[in-house]
């Protein structure tokens, strides 16, 4: 059975391996809740139509935009931020090489790009660097000029294809 | 921005879906929810409940049967980028899929999301004219069937009713020989387009094509280019064709550029698609 329709409501989901229950509003975005009711700042707020990336978060292992899914679609899902991801280690090469590349300045992209990039790895072993390009296209960066977010990359590939040998 | 207040229900059965569309005030279906909740954050929609659509089964999903393609409306974008049945049956698709927005997007947006929305700009849309696509389209009083050129009737506009619910779209596999043709001017990669070109091209053994060109972001829906597909069948060249293309389209100017310059870019995308396919040994 499914609720009837309703303005707010109660919804269960596991957030960076904890379980949590809490009631939002319908309209508040999962994004505005990870920040604001679970207090997971790790994820910016940019745009909120979309666009610049900032927001991107995992949804049952899949890069989505936290802007553009409501909180109430998340009831039942696995959730990662950029909290979890470091939390777990299963980014910390790809962390690692973003500092030795000088691939942020301001940070305010950084866990968008972390999460697309960690998606890209998963799903591509060896991607060029117009490959890498494309996937980052949705995510903007106002400070690095990207060379450098490529760069790293292209470092953290390097180095897992020599661990894999 | 952030959304207006509305109601939000999670129907899993289609029923239940018919049920909250016949009742009061501003009721939407919410599928992948990559171009409505924008418009809600702009505050460009204000509606009153949001029906989302994405826990009903059935609606998701890519299968072969006998020739055909059934493409759950629930399908996302990224689904049809990856499946290997897509890549063999319909490469018209796949060759699209990746210049549709970002792979977060992709990840989420659905093909009947796309499709129900009917931007002018958008490549499903133009995909399913190309391919002479079928619409499957389900309410209370049961099921009925829009073929692609029916099916966009204007600028986000289409054949769905109201109490209407796209459940699937129906793709007959191109006949052995034909090539599919896919290409788009964007300023910047998962832009909506300029203008773009999905084509679907039977090509008979002497090498004489007959393309089913649907050129889109030149109107106010996508648009098969008739005329220029009969000057071509009839073994008409690349400038034959070019200067015909003035006959089926009349693109009006947008945001991003005047009519004179995206008819100018249309014919420079079907330019280019007529040398490939020529040189293309895939036949
Ligand atoms: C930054 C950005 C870039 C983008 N770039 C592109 C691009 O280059 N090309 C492109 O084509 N798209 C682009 N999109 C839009 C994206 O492809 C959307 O996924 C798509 O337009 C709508 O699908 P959806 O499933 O997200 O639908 P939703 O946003 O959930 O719904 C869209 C509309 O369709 C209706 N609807 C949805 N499903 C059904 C159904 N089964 N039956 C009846 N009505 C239905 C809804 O009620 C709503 O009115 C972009 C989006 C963003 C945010
Ligand atoms: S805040 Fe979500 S994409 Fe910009
Ligand atoms: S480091 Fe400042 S926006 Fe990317």
Known sequence: MSAGPDNARVVTLTVNGERVSR??????????????????????????????????????????????????????????????????????????????????????????????????????????????????SGNYCRCTGYQAIVDAVERTLAARAGRAT | MKAPDFAYARPTVLSEVFDLLDGDGDVRLLAGGQSLVPSLNMRLSAPSLLVDINRLPGLSGIEARDGVVRIGALTRHGEIARSALIAERLPLLAMAAPHIAHAAIRNRGTFGGSIALADPAAEWPACCLALGATMVVASRAGERRVAAGDFFTGLFATALRRGEVLVAIEIASPPAGSVAHFSELARRRGDYAIVGLAAQVARAEDGAM???????????RPVLAEATRRVIAGGGGIADAQATLGRDLAPTGDAECAGATKLHLARVLLGRAMAALRTRGDA
């Not at chain 1, 049952?60 to 039942?76: K, N, P, Y």
């Not at chain 1, 060029?128 to 980052?136: G, K, M, V, W």
């Not at chain 2, 007959?210 to 106010?220: C, I, K, S």
């Open chain 2, 210 to 220: 007959d393309p089913r060109l649907a050129f889109f972001g030149v109107g106010d």
């Open chain 1, 23 to 136: 009631r939002v509003a319908a309209r508040a975005h999962l994004v505005d809740f990870l920040r604001d009711t679970l207090d997971l700042t790790g994820t910016h707020v940019g745009c909120e139509h979309g666009v610049c990336g900032a927001c991107t978060v995992r949804v049952d292992g899949m890069a989505v935009r936290g802007c553009l899914m409501l909180a109430v679609q998340a009831d039942g899902a696995v959730v990662e931020t950029v909290e979890g991801l470091t939390d777990r280690g299963a980014i910390a090469d790809l962390q690692e090489a973003f500092l030795a590349r000088n691939a942020l300045q301001c940070g305010f992209c950084t866990p968008g790009m972390l999460i697309t990039i960690a998606e890209l790895l998963e799903r591509e072993a060896a991607p060029s660097r117009a490959a890498i390009r494309e996937a980052i």
